[in-house]
């Protein structure tokens, strides 16, 4: 019996799935991010979707980005802030985040200790988009805003 028909099971120790390789979060210069990495758990065209793992160490935080596909969040350890578009909202272990398309969002590791979720997209995806210059400005008008991304 090879894997398919079989299914696989993947132990789980300290934040790491056996056989999943730790990956990091996006190639360097493509976006800025800090100290975060990802781990893809599954991905076949059977289910037509990727899910995958995001750690952040304390202060870490995920690209500022936007994109065609919406995709679902869902919290697992830790706490933090998201930026959905122009609201900040905390978010802490077992909160779900639903990211419609083309909205701007990051999470940011803001307790002092690592942050970890899962995120679910669609298999084919397009690339993200990161703000320009003029689009950050503004973003920026939102005193909320503002504080959430000056966070370093």
């Known amino acids: 019996m ?37 781990q893809t758990l599954f991905s076949d065209p059977g289910f037509g979707c990727e899910l995958r793992y995001f750690e952040m ?19 697992l350890r830790g706490e933090g802030h998201c930026l959905l578009g122009e609201e900040v909202r905390a978010v802490k272990q077992n909160d779900l985040v639903t990211i419609p398309p083309w909205l701007w969002h990051q999470f940011r590791a803001t307790a002092g200790a690592p942050m970890g979720f899962l995120c679910m997209v669609n298999q084919l995806r397009d690339k993200p988009q990161v703000p320009t210059g003029v689009e950050c400005a503004e973003m920026r008008r939102n005193p909320a805003v503002a504080a959430f991304l000056d966070r370093k």
């Open 57 to 75: 160490n304390a202060g870490g935080h995920s690209s500022l980005e936007r994109h065609a596909h919406t995709h679902g969040v869902l919290i």
């Open 2 to 38: 090879d894997s398919e028909t079989k299914g696989t099971i993947r132990a789980f120790l300290d934040w790491r799935w056996s056989e999943v390789p730790l990956h990091p979060y996006k190639e360097d210069g493509a976006a800025p991010f800090r100290a975060i990495t990802r």
